[in-house]
């Protein structure tokens, strides 16, 4: 049984903070602008409430933090009553709440000075896996202390990942977050395509289940060609790219505007004039490191 403050029991902290209670913790929490239902639920299992950050530190083996921006963390973290200013630095700070890999990385810095030791580990999935405890939960901090706080996330997710050093977990949930949320604007022009075609919807889902657009290149494609350093043709760049303008104006023909598809056509039109327009469209991945200086 550890002692565990928890800071920001909204939409996934409350959920996650009965999970450290369901586990047999010991949980107190600070949150000035919870409700009394959430307050409720809380203190009828056993936590405590606390109305300040110095009271809430006293005693405590771990901190954890599920705030919404990255200015909340840096409040809690290095405000005047933050963390950073308390008596106890023989706590583990972990912050769970999704911000910019750097603010991870200069809140942990600062915590430092104080001795006190933070790890970023935001999550991934719904508020029902916060509900269920099975949320994905990347970290990033010590590797050789990461045991001592595996054992705590392992009550809130059911896929505990250790990503590398400080802000790691914040980089990795940014970068997933990232293909899913531009994706997901891919994925729904697709389908109003589909529909405005007059295709049925259930098979241009299964059809397409099959082939890279549903399958994805990172599953796909990227592993049977550039993955494996093979970028001879295949399907080359000048035909792909023919295909993207042919959807283009297609789309255009049925009144929906594919800003996805729009957004890249200039990156594939550079390639015009590189050896990669007769390469295989994978070699993609090639020439846009390579346009970012990297390789
Ligand atoms: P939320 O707004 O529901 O909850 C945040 C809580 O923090 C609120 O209760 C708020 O009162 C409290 N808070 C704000 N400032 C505070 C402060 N200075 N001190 C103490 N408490 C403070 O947000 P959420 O949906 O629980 O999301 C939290 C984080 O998790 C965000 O970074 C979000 O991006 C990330 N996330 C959310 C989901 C989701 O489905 N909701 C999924 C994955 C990750």
Not at 68 to 82: H, M, Q, R, T, Y
Not at 228 to 243: E, R, S, T
């Amino acid at each position: 049984m550890k002692n565990i403050g928890f800071i920001g029991v909204g939409t996934m902290g409350l959920p996650m903070a009965l999970n450290l209670l369901k586990n047999g913790h010991a949980l107190s929490f600070y949150d000035p602008f919870s409700d009394k239902k959430t307050i409720e639920a809380l203190t009828e299992v056993g936590a405590k409430q606390e109305s300040n950050i110095p009271d809430l530190c006293k005693s405590q083996d771990f901190l954890i933090s599920m705030l919404p921006i990255g200015k909340n963390v840096k409040d809690v973290a290095l405000g005047e009553d933050g963390i950073i200013n308390q008596d106890n630095t023989d706590l583990i700070y972990i912050d769970m709440s999704t911000i910019l890999p750097a603010d991870s990385i200069e809140v942990s810095k600062q915590l430092q000075t104080k001795n006190i030791q933070m790890f970023d580990a935001p999550v991934a999935r719904l508020v029902n896996n916060a509900i269920d405890g099975t949320l994905l939960i990347m970290v990033g901090g010590s590797l050789q202390d990461f045991p001592k706080v595996e054992e705590i996330l392992n009550c809130m997710g059911s896929d505990v990942v250790y990503c590398g050093a400080i802000g790691s977990g914040s980089k990795m949930k940014i970068i997933n977050n990232y293909m899913a949320i531009v994706s997901n604007i891919l994925t729904a022009e697709t389908l109003s395509l589909v529909e405005k075609s007059g295709i049925d919807q259930k098979l241009a889902i299964e059809l397409m289940s099959t082939t890279a657009a549903g399958k994805g290149h990172m599953n796909f494609s990227y592993p049977k060609k550039v993955l494996i350093d093979d970028i001879g043709p295949g399907f080359k760049n000048v035909l792909a790219l023919k295909d993207l303008r042919l959807a283009i104006e297609h789309g255009e023909s049925e009144g929906i505007e594919l800003t996805s598809g729009k957004s890249v056509v200039n990156v594939y039109e550079k390639a015009m004039d590189t050896k990669y327009k007769d390469l295989d469209w994978t070699a993609m991945f090639n020439f846009v490191k390579e346009s970012n200086n990297l390789d």
